[in-house]
């Protein structure tokens, strides 16, 4: 149970595109969905949290203009990384509260 | 604040034999999970292990075991016959009220043939 399913894996985009992240619980229904980025060679850190019904909440520091994340339904949450730049560059992950501690298999995003 | 502090960035272990990866963690709550997370090089997060603080044994998963220390804030990962698949970076992580988890550094585990 508990599963995750992240797409897409890998993901190269031109700079000052925008680039969406779908994250889909297959087999439970969540309310909420944690978003982390992993910069290479470090640890994961919460950028933010997806509630559905209601507005995300970010985590200090993170720019809510430039990471929109939606929970449009009880099995998916979305991260559009907006105007990317080659700083955006990074390993996003999802990951639901509670259910089995599981996290998506993230996406890698390239920004050039 | 919580914080969670791994002070190995790397480590090596000859293939079958026994390791030890330290984590310390700094909380002001009484009840609350710890874990251990794998990320092989696919970086799938995998969970190792859990442990609840209320618990006072120490979990253990086939050859993972921990050395939970409640006292001195101490969550060591043991991991015996060490095998080549489990090279990989390990993340301790603390899971606060709000289920948010706070990860740390990481320790990169090489196994030896």
């Known amino acids: 149970g508990a599963v995750v399913s992240q797409h897409p894996s890998w993901v190269i985009c031109k700079s000052g595109t925008s680039v969406k992240i779908e994250c889909r619980s297959l087999?439970?229904?969540?309310?909420?969905m944690f978003w982390y980025r992993q910069f290479p060679k470090q640890s994961l850190m919460l950028m933010a949290t997806?509630?559905?019904?209601?507005?995300?909440?970010?985590e200090q520091g993170v720019e809510k203009d430039k990471f929109l994340i939606n929970h449009a339904s009880l099995t998916l949450s979305t991260l559009t990384v907006t105007s990317a730049h080659p700083e955006d560059s990074s390993f996003y992950i999802c990951?639901?509260?509670?259910?089995?501690?599981?996290f998506g298999s993230g996406t890698r995003l390239t920004v050039v | 604040a919580q914080t969670v502090t791994q002070s190995q960035p790397e480590m090596s272990v000859q293939e079958a034999e026994t390791v030890t990866l330290s984590c310390t963690y700094d909380?002001?709550?009484?009840?609350?999970?710890l874990f251990w997370y794998k990320q092989p090089p696919s970086r799938q997060m995998i969970l190792v292990i859990r442990?609840?603080?209320?618990?006072?044994q120490n979990a253990t998963e086939n050859r993972f075991s921990v050395n939970f220390q409640k006292a001195a804030k101490s969550f060591s990962l043991k991991i015996s016959d060490s095998q080549l698949g489990d090279a990989a970076m390990y993340f301790c992580?603390?899971?606060?009220?709000?289920?948010?988890?706070?990860f740390g550094k990481g320790t990169r585990l090489h196994i030896l043939p």
């Open positions: 990951s639901p509260p509670r259910y089995g501690y599981t």
């Open positions: 992580a603390y899971r606060m009220r709000d289920d948010k988890i706070i």
């Open positions: 909380t002001s709550e009484s009840d609350y999970y």
């Open positions: 442990q609840e603080a209320y618990k006072q």
């Open positions: 997806s509630n559905e019904g209601s507005k995300a909440t970010y």
């Open positions: 087999d439970f229904q969540a309310t909420t």
